[in-house]
């Protein structure tokens, strides 16, 4: 199957900037999108940002604007650019793809999640 590790996270101060990274193994075929979501205390996971396979991206209201996504050739890392951080920017960040594996099952597949904590 797909493994997805990000990097990246950390603490920042309001305002500040971070840029999270996913990288994807295992044996994939393709990958039709890569995205990012993020999960805060005590509330649902949300989306934050995708891009499909023609780097088309796609943001949330609350970070549009703010965010930046972008993929890497071969298409195996996302990257997530977070500008004019905010403290309710603060949760964990989780790096999802759906992609076709080398048996030619597609799924979707998480990251075990980087934390990011924006302090006011």
Do not use: H
């Given at each position: 199957?797909?493994?997805?590790?990000?990097?990246?996270?950390?603490?920042?101060?309001?305002?500040?900037?971070?840029?999270?990274?996913?990288?994807?193994?295992?044996?994939?075929?393709?990958?039709?999108?890569?995205?990012?979501?993020?999960?805060?205390?005590?509330?649902?996971?949300?989306f934050?940002?995708?891009?499909?396979?023609?780097?088309?991206?796609?943001?949330?209201?609350?970070?549009?604007?703010?965010?930046?996504?972008?993929?890497?050739?071969?298409?195996?890392?996302?990257?997530?650019?977070?500008?004019?951080?905010?403290?309710?920017?603060?949760?964990?960040?989780?790096c999802?793809?759906?992609?076709?594996?080398?048996?030619?099952?597609?799924?979707?597949?998480?990251?075990?999640?980087?934390?990011?904590?924006?302090?006011?």
């Amino acid at each position: 199957q797909v493994q997805l590790v990000e990097s990246g996270g950390g603490m920042v101060q309001a305002g500040g900037s971070l840029r999270l990274s996913c990288a994807a193994s295992g044996s994939i075929r393709s990958i039709n999108a890569m995205g990012w979501y993020r999960q805060a205390p005590g509330a649902q996971r949300e989306f934050v940002a995708i891009i499909t396979s023609d780097a088309s991206p796609n943001y949330a209201d609350s970070v549009n604007g703010r965010f930046t996504i972008s993929r890497d050739n071969p298409n195996n890392m996302a990257a997530l650019q977070m500008n004019a951080l905010k403290p309710e920017d603060t949760a964990v960040y989780y790096c999802n793809t759906v992609a076709r594996d080398s048996t030619w099952i597609i799924s979707s597949s998480w990251g075990q999640g980087t934390q990011v904590t924006v302090s006011s």
